[in-house]
């Protein structure tokens, strides 16, 4: 099974994304879905989690501009991602999380600029 990473794309600032992270097949028993991303010169970091139950998480730098969701029924996570920012340059990264495996996604770019 794969996770197949799609959305980003060149914005302006201010302007608004949604990514979206679609899993190839059946992923049995996910607990944590994320988003990640990577901007140019940086480390990966953590954007954003979604739980079983619906539980959340948003980085700092990102809260009140991304929203983290998914779609059960179709294995599908995605992010709403508002009021973009330069520094909100980099490649994002999709991951599933069950109790056996890891799968990330390819990645997206998303370049926010002027």
């Known amino acids: 099974v794969q996770l197949q990473a799609s959305g980003g794309g060149l914005v302006q600032p201010g302007g608004s994304l949604r990514l979206s992270c679609a899993a190839s097949?059946?992923?049995?028993?996910?607990?944590?879905m994320a988003w990640y991303r990577q901007g140019p010169g940086k480390q990966r970091e953590l954007v954003a989690t979604?739980?079983?139950?619906?539980?959340?998480y948003h980085a700092d730098s990102v809260k009140g501009r991304f929203t983290i969701s998914r779609d059960y029924t179709r294995n599908t996570l995605y992010l709403q991602m508002n009021s973009l920012k330069p520094e909100d340059t980099a490649v994002y990264y999709c991951?599933?999380?069950?109790?056996?495996?890891?799968?990330w996604g390819q990645g997206t770019q998303v370049t926010v600029s002027s």
């Open positions: 991951n599933f999380v069950t109790p056996r495996d890891d799968y």
């Open positions: 979604i739980r079983r139950g619906g539980y959340t």
């Open positions: 097949g059946i992923i049995f028993d996910v607990n944590t």
